[in-house]
């Protein structure tokens, strides 16, 4: 019965949600949403615990919109944590008052307050998120964001009979914030999940779970889309369905060359859309989700799994598990991500840049700080260029906006101090690291290229960056040290995968490439949680321009106070 109930809310949202698109013009529509940020008590895995939710939901509610809406979301802080919400992937344009990161664009909403997110939706369409920006909030706070095309515009790829999301995510059993407090006092990780979920449910492969798995009716010959959503906070996850190859269109709401694949890798933070066909003989089919890990580090290996039910199959039938690649499994994941391509059609165009105006190296290294507060007198932490990010006490944007001084220096260097074999024996002397909020400059509408290169400092990892307000192109990746002569001439500069969030191999680099064109505070970080935690982390402060429109947009009234 929890697949049926779980199934026709799914159908009847979808189809509310057309009728509603069916019934306004083509014109730009402006769409409301009420957020209230509420804790509720939830069971999962034999334990039940408060948790931080919108609108009492787990996972949160979606936002639906057509590219070219406005958006507004209030949300209300009725919970005892101070609270922010990023729009993942939305570019916000001059608006990164709508951006959401705490500290970076705006100071978070208090317990009682309320703040409105205000933003249009412009030249984006297709699958993002939203999820708490603040401590690990995001464990239990996010959500889907799905923005159909313009009114008349279909899909580049055959129109599925249905859509469904699957948004992955991890549970902890004890409160994540108590956990994470633990791990610092000791200045080590905190414990990891116990439980990965796909749409807040782990599945029947773990105790107390048959009611809490999450199913989807299919019908025997039709297509269905399914939108997938990385929303863990520390893995790498491999995606399959058991029995049923996945057609890739889409990754971080940009259409691409579509390829078949029994599988998918998805970073956190990243979202793929795939098409899956209901052809094979009817039956109950296991959706499984479960980590990458390459690495000599602990992770969370258990398996989350939903259910692929063929109408009219009774639920006594037994599901199928998928074959999902090996935890370690480098060759699937390298080869996985060389698939990627833009669809770079007339219609959607890669508009790599090819003249490069600034030239960025920066080093992704773990090290260790003194900690006079931690019970062994010391710290892991992490760093770009051997900076570790200081988190300010205002927001960076309103310093920026409002010239601010003492809170920010721009001088973040654009290569690391000293040039070593990034990649060889692992380093494990002089593993101290600068401590400073330090952010680098941009002229507007100047080209980047950014290489962002894995090192041995305690230990290789992959690592999954993210950059606020801008999706980048993906021009060259590979193992090892990036080589400045050689490698350069690998790059793809005519259909690469153009995201916003891009994962950096395990002792590897990957080179991304964007047009400043967006003035503003823009945060990137590794979207690993523990990581950002530690430091791993900066901002770019991209200038104005000097047209009408080339400037940051004016703060808003209800902006929430520091």
Not at 413 to 439: E, S
């Amino acid at each position: 019965m929890a697949m049926c109930k779980t199934f026709s809310s799914v159908s009847f949202f979808f189809l509310l949600y057309v009728i509603g698109f069916v019934s306004v013009s083509a014109d730009a529509a402006v769409k409301r949403y009420q957020f209230d940020i509420q804790v509720k008590n939830v069971s999962r895995l034999c334990h039940a615990k408060p948790i931080v939710t919108v609108n009492g939901m787990f996972p949160g509610p979606t936002i639906y919109a057509r590219e070219g809406d406005r958006v507004l979301i209030n949300v209300t802080n009725h919970a005892q944590y101070n609270m922010s919400i990023h729009w993942h992937g939305l570019k916000q344009l001059r608006n990164g008052w709508a951006d959401g990161p705490a500290y970076i664009t705006q100071c978070p909403i208090q317990s009682g307050r309320s703040y409105t997110y205000d933003f249009n939706v412009t030249g984006q369409r297709g699958t993002l998120w939203w999820h708490a920006h603040i401590f690990w909030l995001r464990a239990t706070v996010y959500g889907a964001i799905v923005i159909m095309p313009k009114q008349g515009t279909p899909f580049p790829f055959p129109q599925p009979y249905r859509e469904t999301n699957i948004i992955l995510g991890e549970w902890w059993n004890n409160d994540v914030e108590e956990i994470v407090k633990q791990g610092n006092k000791l200045g080590l990780p905190p414990n990891t999940s116990d439980a990965h979920t796909i749409n807040g449910k782990p599945g029947p492969l773990f105790p107390c779970s048959e009611k809490h798995t999450f199913a989807m009716e299919v019908e025997q010959g039709k297509t269905y889309l399914l939108r997938i959503i990385n929303a863990a906070l520390n893995d790498e996850l491999f995606f399959a369905v058991a029995g049923h190859n996945m057609t890739v269109v889409e990754i971080d709401a940009v259409y691409t060359k579509p390829f078949t694949t029994q599988a998918i890798l998805i970073a956190p933070g990243q979202t793929t859309n795939v098409l899956v066909q209901a052809n094979r003989a009817p039956g109950r089919y296991f959706m499984a989700a479960r980590p990458f890990m390459d690495a000599p580090l602990t992770v969370d290996n258990k398996t989350a799994t939903a259910i692929l039910q063929y109408k009219g199959v009774p639920n006594t039938v037994v599901p199928i598990l998928p074959q999902l690649p090996f935890p370690n499994d480098t060759a699937f994941a390298l080869s996985y991500n060389a698939k990627l391509r833009s669809l770079n059609s007339p219609l959607y165009a890669a508009n790599v840049p090819l003249k490069v105006d600034r030239h960025l190296f920066y080093t992704i290294g773990l090290g260790i700080n003194q900690c006079a507060t931690c019970l062994n007198g010391t710290q892991l932490t992490a760093s770009l260029n051997n900076i570790t990010f200081v988190m300010p006490r205002i927001g960076l944007l309103q310093a920026h906006y409002f010239n601010i001084k003492g809170v920010f220096t721009t001088d973040f260097p654009d290569r690391p101090p000293k040039p070593f074999n990034y990649t060889g024996a692992p380093l494990t002397a002089n593993l101290g690291t600068t401590l400073g909020t330090r952010l680098s400059k941009i002229a507007f509408n100047s080209t980047v290229e950014l290489v962002l290169q894995d090192t041995n400092l305690l230990t290789v990892e992959s690592h999954p960056f993210h950059l606020h307000g801008y999706n980048f192109f993906v021009v060259g990746t590979g193992i090892g040290n990036f080589d400045p002569a050689k490698d350069p001439a690998k790059y793809n500069l005519i259909d690469p995968p153009e995201r916003n969030t891009v994962g950096v191999p395990t002792g590897g680099w990957t080179a991304i490439r964007f047009r400043a064109d967006n003035p503003g505070v823009w945060f990137m970080h590794c979207h690993l949680e523990l990581h950002t935690g530690w430091g791993l982390k900066t901002a770019f402060v991209v200038e104005n321009g000097k047209g009408p429109n080339q400037s940051i947009l004016p703060p808003p009234n209800d902006l929430p106070p520091c």
